[in-house]
């Protein structure tokens, strides 16, 4: 075996035990769970119409899930591995391209990145149609290589045939491979002679036309608006963020890249002008998608993701690393030494891959609910956990458990009131919480006080309440609380004392609102004062009584900065009471990571607005901060200190 292929061959190895680490029981993300959930039709129309349609994808990755399911099971190994093997074939097809355009030095560097770069390990160990569209669109531009730039004979029919084949699957991948197929088609007119012309526009016509039976697909799922719903537009720090993403956010694998590209720059090779057409096309193929898919995302409706651009991205390598002449072998060893020791060091502990990747929200919260049932035996459990009931299902199978866990989609509380009706008819020991929203959360604790456990984890956080004569200890999971004493205004508290009044028969002081009131004790406080990190979540809690039919008052959040308005939140008396209701809990939960302003130092006031000048009683004011989750979007991030 020549050394340059011991080298690739070193590579590729990595690159392979990189994404198989933990097989076979890498767990489903969420979104491979949705991908398994639309693969249980009866017929292959159900599949399109049901399983296709709805989901924003083209047909081809659903489709090939459904019949793999029929063939072969739809355990999390099985389906994960035809990606796996296409994640480790693309490490090799990214050094056949790099070699063609340029040499094998830079090959062997686009090579080394791509097996350890977590955006490609990732990726290539989740069954959707990314890892996937990066094989395609790489065994597309290989094929167009050929076609164009055989070194030999340019032309051919095979290679036209395997770049028309590939194209054709980029367009039922994904939309954004099908964005970049058209591009490197264009780009190909471009290279076009008088000889060739013709058979080149065949195989484009040929690739529009093979999409046809789509087409009706694809209309109706760009009139559902794409993921606009959840999906924030980007904004100019997109582009930053996403360059130190591809470097899994390290500063030390960025300042490799960085040396390793400038010292190609400087030994350069001596003919490096001949190759700037293959220098143009990867700038252009790897900028276009960004620009056009930033633009949209801007203008019409969020679609640009990180993933979305695993396509082109190849192509920056490419670029980046374009300039080297070809090093001897040993030198390119070293080079491939220090990207997979760097890479291997960012992936493990910088980014903490393995530890937060294989911990995927349903299957820990379903796993956890099990261990717990199990290990508080004799005691009623309730669990609630905000995921469809399918997919929680599906584990609980796995696992053989027969554990009874609600899906809170299923509860489909219209109201607080309803919340707190069901917890109090279900007399339990214990109730567990998985991705339950904060502000029902604080109903909860109203009946269980005492947080016994949590996990947090990527896109998940977990929760474990019980009463409070409950034997076990319970854990600090606040970070700042203050309630209103009505004996005297103090510290971040200011009402009217002469508005205070007792209960005779209780002895429990409470504030009195009447006609000639319209606000009372107000909650004002520096952020900075109150809140440890961005991550925290402030919870409010306000306790109501004797509140008049059809009350207009209304509980009021807001955060000023320079004395303007940042960010305001009316919630009424009526959305915490059923009709019959007199009396009401007012609860409010805010996500400080989640806004911007929040970066600075507003004032936040929490107050009540008693604005029809309504008669009623507030027996209790509580304003708390909670610690977040740092590691809530932590795959797209770079991890806390």
């Known amino acids: 075996m020549k050394p340059v292929n011991q080298i690739l061959f070193l590579i590729i190895v990595t690159g392979a035990v990189l994404r198989f680490i933990g097989f076979p029981d890498i767990p489903f993300t969420y979104d491979e769970l949705s991908a398994w959930g639309r693969t249980g039709y009866s017929s292959f129309f159900e599949l399109i119409h049901n399983g296709v349609a709805g989901d924003g994808h083209p047909a081809l990755i659903q489709t090939f899930l459904y019949y793999w399911r029929k063939m072969f099971g739809d355990s999390e190994a099985l389906f994960k591995m035809p990606f796996l093997l296409m994640g480790i074939a693309s490490i090799y097809l990214v050094f056949l391209i790099g070699r063609n355009w340029f040499n094998g030095t830079a090959g062997i560097i686009c090579a080394a990145f791509i097996a350890v770069l977590q955006y ?9 149609p990314y890892i996937s569209g990066l094989f395609f669109t790489l065994m597309m531009v290989l094929y167009w290589t050929k076609y164009f730039f055989n070194s030999s004979e340019p ?13 054709v699957l980029c367009c039922y991948n994904h939309y954004f491979s099908l964005l970049f197929a058209f591009i490197v088609c264009i780009s190909g007119f471009f290279f076009v002679n008088r000889k060739n012309y013709s058979e080149y526009s065949i195989a484009c016509i040929a690739i529009l036309l093979l999409f046809l039976p789509h087409l009706s697909i694809t209309i109706d799922q760009f009139a559902m608006g794409g993921v606009g719903g959840w999906l924030a537009k980007p904004d100019e720090t997109f582009f930053g963020n996403y360059l130190t993403y591809i470097f899994n956010f390290s500063g030390v694998l960025v300042a490799v890249a960085v040396v390793i590209a400038i010292t190609g720059v400087i030994f350069h090779s001596p003919g490096w002008k001949k190759k700037n057409k293959f220098r143009l096309l990867a700038v252009v193929w790897f900028v276009s998608p960004l620009l056009i898919g930033f633009c949209y995302s801007v203008f019409r409706n969020p679609v640009l ?18 300039f080297y002449r070809n090093l001897i072998p040993w030198q390119q060893a070293v080079l491939a030494a220090v990207i997979i020791i760097t890479g291997i060091y960012s992936l493990v502990f910088v980014r903490k891959h393995y530890e937060i990747f294989y911990r995927q929200p349903v299957e820990q919260m379903v796993q956890q609910s099990i261990l717990f049932v199990k290990n508080h035996p004799g005691k009623k459990t309730l669990v609630m956990i905000q995921e469809p009931q399918k997919y929680m299902s599906y584990y609980l199978r796995k696992w053989n458990s027969d554990v009874q866990i609600l899906s809170w989609q299923d509860l489909n509380f219209q109201s607080y009131a309803e919340t707190r009706k069901f917890i109090t008819q279900q007399n339990a020991d214990y109730i567990l919480c998985g991705n339950i929203p904060y502000d029902h959360l604080v109903v909860i604790q109203d009946y269980f006080s005492k947080v016994i456990a949590s996990d947090k984890g990527f896109t998940y956080e977990f929760f474990c309440y019980a009463t409070s004569d409950t034997q076990e200890k319970e854990i600090k999971e606040l970070v700042f609380a203050d309630s209103l004493d009505l004996n005297q205004a103090d510290g971040f508290w200011t009402f009217g004392s002469q508005q205070v009044e007792r209960d005779s028969f209780s002895s429990q002081l409470y504030f009195h609102f009447d006609a000639a009131h319209e606000f009372g004790p107000t909650f004002t406080a520096w952020l900075y004062d109150i809140m440890q990190k961005r991550d925290d979540i402030l919870l409010v809690d306000f306790k109501v009584a004797d509140i008049p039919h059809n009350a207009e008052a209304s509980m009021i959040i807001s955060f000023e900065q320079q004395r303007k308005i940042a960010f305001y939140q009316e919630k009424p008396f009526k959305l915490f009471m059923d009709s019959a209701d007199t009396s009401a809990q007012l609860v409010y939960a805010f996500r400080f990571r989640d806004y911007e302003f929040t970066k600075t130092n507003p004032l936040l006031k929490a107050y009540i607005w008693n604005k029809n000048h309504e008669t009623f009683n507030v027996t209790s004011m509580r304003v708390s901060v909670m610690k977040g989750n740092p590691l809530i979007y932590s795959l797209i991030e770079p991890l806390p200190e």
């Open 120 to 128: 490609t390990v990732m990726y290539s160990q989740i069954a959707r």
């Open 305 to 322: 993701q990180y993933s979305v651009l695993i396509f082109s991205f190849p192509f920056l390598l490419l670029f980046i690393f374009s």
């Open 155 to 167: 032309g051919g029919r095979k290679p036209l045939i395997g770049f028309t084949v590939f194209a």
